[in-house]
């Protein structure tokens, strides 16, 4: 049962084209960081928006699936390689993921599975097959992780396996899902509380 | 001491390695294997391996350096690693112990040593000591002097603070669900 996009969301990510995908992803990006850009607008605050890991991260990868899609497969290739020695991102080119994606912190982001619109990940979070070396886990490459619209993916939260997210989902920090989970729920790790040591000796 | 000859059957077993796994998974291959990252850390570390065990302290910190730029995978030269490794995702992942032969780390894991405990059980002072076709999955951590047995399997985000026997298989715990239209 291979899973694809299209099941999911009804949209497939050539509906847009490159340069609207891109606007999209400056606009979410706008919005994020409001707070800092209400105080005085100059030009090379205006240019550096530009200049910031998280649209250029988004940029290159936007870049290297259109080059996928026409067919050009080695120039997409290369483009990968410049994003993952600028960025350390590990996004691959031929994953589908719609408007407005979102990736604060670029370092150590491994993306490899289908997304709808307004994807959020978080530092270290990643989304990929569950490869491994054993004979049953290697054929499992393309079965991909496909992620609904508005998921936001907290830092170093995975999800890992051929698992359908549904809308509306949060995953919280350090979560590891290897299931399916339904439309709007919110996912927590187990841990509840915390412990100090050293300081019960004084006391 | 390791020889020059060991080096180059080791980088030749990884190579093998990496090739076998491009060939049985289903996605997409790299055109020319030395431009895959995990080739590339794997080769940086294999040569400062070498030049750390002959003395040469500066170019072992070089190609330790050229590493840390190139794929971001921190793999300090002193860490003595079987033939055979694969790593999948070097960014991100910092090694620093003594592996077996044909052991397969995912990505973002941490393997070194604790915050306190400085034993020696042979690796280092503090450091882990792993067996053979060990496979540790994307963000699973070994920390402190730890013995991990042969042909263990490490799951997602799982970690190991005590000692491990052979053929155990440990699996993350089950996440907290919250359902509802008010989140």
Known sequence: METTYKEVNGVTNSSFSFWRLIKKDIERYLYFSRDFIRERKGIIRKISVFLTPCLLCCFFYRLSHLLFRRGWRRLAAMIVRINFLLNKADISPDCKIGAGLYIPHTVGIILNGHAGINLTLYAFSAVTPLEGSKPGHQGDQKYRPVLGNNVTLGSEAMVLGSVKVGNDVIVGAKVSLVKDIPDKAKIYTPYESTCSIGKSEEN | ?183
């Open chain 2, 1 to 183: 001491m390791i020889s020059w000859k060991e080096t180059h059957h080791r980088l030749r077993c990884d190579k093998e390695r990496l090739q076998e796994y491009y060939r049985n998974s289903g996605g997409l291959r790299p055109i020319w294997l030395p431009s895959s990252p995990s080739y590339q850390c794997l080769f940086f570390h294999r040569i400062s391996n070498y030049f750390f065990s002959n003395g040469r302290r500066l170019l072992a910190r070089l190609f330790w350096h050229l590493n840390l730029i190139i794929t971001g995978a921190d793999i300090s030269p002193d860490s003595d690693i079987g033939p055979g490794l694969l790593l999948l995702k070097p960014a991100g992942s910092a090694i620093a112990a003594t592996l077996g032969k044909n052991c397969c780390i995912m990505g973002h894991v941490a393997i070194g040593g604790g915050m306190s405990d400085t034993r020696d059980i042979g690796a280092g002072p503090g450091l882990p000591l792993i067996g053979d076709e060990v496979e540790i999955s994307y963000k699973g951590s070994i920390l402190g002097p730890v013995k991990v047995g042969h042909r263990a399997h490490i799951g997602p985000g799982c970690l190991v603070i005590r000692d491990i026997e052979d053929d155990i298989t440990l699996e993350p715990r089950v996440p907290l669900i919250k359902y509802g239209d008010n989140l």
